[in-house]
């Protein structure tokens, strides 16, 4: 285990990944959005359904960023128990 409050716990950095990934994907998406050079009324339907799914990947984004955070704390949790029953004399691991 590494030393908690300087890091994110272990759970929540592939959650934090996936959260970044999803905000890359948005900007990708955004930026087709707006390279859509259909005219008329079927460029503003393409251009809005691209929208659609960028809001929806940074909603998502948002989502998991929260999860990651809440395990962070269930994490430093879990380690200050761990270090409580390590100190006490008590075992570290429950088998």
């Known amino acids: 285990m590494e030393a908690y409050g300087t890091e994110p716990a272990p759970w929540s950095r592939p959650v934090r990944a996936q959260a970044e990934q ?3 994907q948005a900007g990708r998406l955004r930026a087709s959005a707006a390279a859509v050079d259909l005219p008329g009324v079927e460029g503003t339907v ?3 359904r691209i929208t659609a799914h960028a809001e929806r990947a940074e909603t998502a984004a ?3 960023e929260r999860a990651a955070e809440a395990l962070a704390r269930h ?8 270090r409580a029953r ?3 004399g008590g075992a570290t ?3």
């Open 93 to 95: 691991q429950i088998e």
């Open 86 to 88: 390590r100190e006490s």
């Open 22 to 24: 999803l905000r890359e």
């Open 46 to 48: 393409w251009r809005r």
């Open 62 to 64: 948002r989502s998991l």
């Open 75 to 82: 994490e430093e949790v879990l380690a200050a128990l761990s």
